[in-house]
């Protein structure tokens, strides 16, 4: 039996914006445990995110986005990927931890990678510009190529005459 095979559509920002943000609270958490432990374990999920699950972080698998080359293969995107793509939201992390100036900066490092994303045809952000990789958006195809049907709407039912 052969596995349904994915359609590469590129993900948009606000859909990608939602699996960051489930990704943060995850951060949020992680950086909650006790002492170094905290820290480490929140850096540490920041870059190897995208090679966990099948190219998807845990954000990106609950909204139905994965890592791809940019090149258009369907080979799988390694840890080695993941980390390239994310050191510099690990470098904003790492910059906001310092009082008063990384306050300033990380937010600063956010909004250039925004801004590039914004500006690139595939919303590729500082970070898949230099890993070469892009956000897809997850459609399955049946094993013959055709994408599913959609289920019918149901039918408007016929009204009733009213007695007047």
Not at 22 to 37: A, E, F, H, N, S
Not at 100 to 116: H, K, N, Q, R, S
């Amino acid at each position: 039996m052969t596995e349904p095979r994915m359609l590469m559509r590129t993900a948009d920002l606000t859909t990608r914006s939602v699996a960051g943000f489930i990704d943060l609270l995850l951060i949020t958490g992680l950086t909650r445990l006790p002492d170094v432990t905290g820290f480490l374990s929140s850096i540490g999920y920041l870059l190897i995110r995208d090679g966990l699950f099948a190219r998807q972080s845990v954000g990106k698998k609950l909204i139905g986005l994965r890592v791809a080359p940019a090149d258009g293969q369907d080979q799988p995107v390694a840890f080695r990927e993941s980390i390239i793509r994310n050191i510099p939201l690990a470098a904003a992390y790492v910059v906001w931890q310092i009082p008063f100036a990384g306050w300033l900066l990380g937010p600063l490092v956010l909004g250039i990678e925004y801004v590039t994303a914004l500006g690139d045809d595939r919303s590729m952000r500082v970070g898949d510009l230099l890993a070469r990789t892009i956000i897809v958006a997850e459609t399955r195809t049946s094993p013959g190529g055709a994408v599913p049907a959609q289920p019918a709407e149901a039918e408007p039912q016929p009204q009733m005459p009213q007695n007047t």
